[in-house]
């Protein structure tokens, strides 16, 4: 035929069997690949979503944290406006006892300075030879 002897028929179809099992072979080895990797990738996406899951919890954690944390901060800022109130009052108290503190300092020295010629008149007589 074509002018080729059996030798070359031979193998030439050796040859197209030696492809036709190594197709086969790597079929079979592409598909065992592709079932392990489904596998690892299915094992990968589980070990994610577990720490996924942890990660999830741990922020939720973190946020129950945090709103304690904000109570408290708001707690205080309650108190702190609170005790600036107080304050308030105690310094405008502390003025109104400054401001009768200095009245009565002057009403004192009002009444020294009427009584000191009574004062004066009663230690003249007092020092003067009785009769």
């Known amino acids: 035929m074509w002018g080729m002897d059996l030798d070359t028929w031979v193998s030439l179809a050796v ?48 946020d129950d944290k945090l709103s304690k944390v904000d109570q408290r901060v708001a ?19 502390a003025v109104r006892v400054e401001d009768r503190m200095t009245r009565m300092d002057d009403r004192i020295f009002t009444l020294a300075v009427a009584l000191k010629p009574l004062i004066d008149d009663a230690q003249r007589l007092s020092a003067s030879p009785k009769l």
């Open 15 to 62: 040859l197209a069997s030696m492809f036709a099992a190594l197709y086969v072979a790597l079929r079979r080895e592409i598909g065992l690949l592709r079932t392990e990797l489904k596998d690892d990738i299915s094992s990968t996406c589980a070990e994610l979503k577990q720490d996924i899951a942890r990660v999830d919890e741990r922020v939720s954690k973190l």
């Open 75 to 93: 707690s205080l800022d309650g108190r702190m406006l609170h005790l600036e109130d107080r304050l308030t009052r105690v310094e405008d108290q």
